[in-house]
């Protein structure tokens, strides 16, 4: 598969994460069309994004923002004083936040990523919990990386859904960019599949009506897993 195929890489959203302008969206194989939020994305962080990253405050350490787009939670995390790390395949959001003086890797959270089973926190924000279309592997995968007793700070849908679609990314002009998988789960759904992954559920709040779920990793299945 080159890279003009893949979902993210060269497609309209792409495109999007060059310009910092929407609209965009993701058509379902059903005709149904949700809209991203690329001007929220690309702007500063703002309302719910505050009640996220004070999560992150104190002692515990570094962040992973996984699927970290064009960098307004890493940049913000570091204003904060906490080091941060975001993880993108998408090249231009990758570049967006560099240029925030951010740091970024351009790499997928299934390829190797530095100090895995080490991470004290990770981030899936703006509802990256769909990435691969299989939250069940994406949830192992973020037990892997984070360390014992480490927190996953999940966004989740609003309201209650549990589904694994097709879509593709359309933007302004109509143009689409390839199929893939996707996700979309609620609070009750993402806990369930948490447990499964060997994380426990520690909180769960709405703001500006966003709803986020704070994970605690379980130490035996890290110690044991790396």
Same mark, same amino acid.
């Given at each position: 598969?080159?890279?003009?195929?893949?979902?993210?890489?060269?497609?309209?959203?792409?495109? #999007?994460?060059? !310009?910092?302008?929407?609209?965009?969206?993701?058509?379902?194989?059903?005709?149904?069309?949700?809209?991203?939020?690329?001007?929220?994305?690309?702007?500063?962080? !703002?309302?719910? &994004?505050?009640?996220?990253?004070?999560?992150?405050?104190?002692?515990?350490?570094?962040?992973?923002? @996984?699927?970290? /787009?064009?960098?307004?939670?890493?940049?913000?995390?570091?204003?904060?004083?906490?080091?941060?790390?975001?993880? &993108?395949?998408?090249?231009?959001?990758?570049?967006?936040?560099?240029?925030?003086?951010?740091?970024?890797?351009?790499?997928?959270?299934?390829?190797?990523?530095? /100090?895995?089973?080490?991470?004290? !926190?990770?981030?899936?924000?703006?509802?990256?919990?769909? @990435?691969?279309?299989?939250?069940?592997?994406?949830?192992?995968?973020?037990?892997?990386?984070?360390?014992?007793?480490?927190?996953?700070?999940?966004?989740?849908?609003?309201?209650?859904?549990?589904?694994?679609?097709?879509?593709?990314?359309?933007?302004?002009?109509?143009?689409?960019?390839?199929?893939?998988?996707?996700?979309?789960? /609620?609070? &009750?759904?993402?806990?369930?599949?948490?447990?499964?992954?060997?994380?426990?559920?520690?909180?769960?709040? !709405?703001?500006?009506?966003?709803?986020?779920? #704070?994970?605690?990793? #379980? #130490?035996?299945?890290?110690?044991?897993? @790396?």
């Amino acid at each position: 598969m080159t890279t003009a195929t893949l979902p993210w890489a060269e497609d309209p959203f792409a495109e #999007a994460m060059r !310009t910092g302008r929407g609209p965009l969206w993701l058509r379902r194989s059903d005709g149904v069309r949700q809209e991203l939020e690329v001007d929220r994305w690309c702007g500063p962080a !703002t309302g719910a &994004d505050h009640s996220l990253l004070l999560r992150c405050l104190g002692p515990a350490g570094p962040v992973l923002d @996984i699927g970290c /787009g064009p960098g307004r939670l890493v940049a913000e995390l570091l204003a904060l004083g906490i080091p941060a790390l975001g993880v &993108d395949i998408t090249r231009a959001a990758v570049t967006r936040t560099q240029g925030l003086g951010a740091l970024a890797l351009c790499r997928s959270v299934f390829d190797r990523l530095p /100090g895995e089973g080490r991470w004290p !926190t990770a981030l899936l924000a703006d509802g990256n919990l769909g @990435i691969g279309g299989d939250p069940d592997a994406l949830l192992r995968r973020a037990a892997r990386l984070l360390a014992p007793g480490g927190r996953l700070l999940v966004e989740v849908e609003p309201r209650p859904v549990d589904e694994r679609v097709t879509v593709r990314v359309e933007g302004p002009d109509g143009r689409l960019g390839p199929p893939f998988g996707w996700a979309r789960l /609620g609070a &009750d759904a993402t806990a369930r599949r948490a447990a499964r992954a060997g994380f426990t559920e520690t909180e769960r709040w !709405t703001s500006h009506g966003r709803t986020f779920l #704070a994970l605690r990793n #379980a #130490a035996a299945r890290n110690a044991a897993g @790396i």
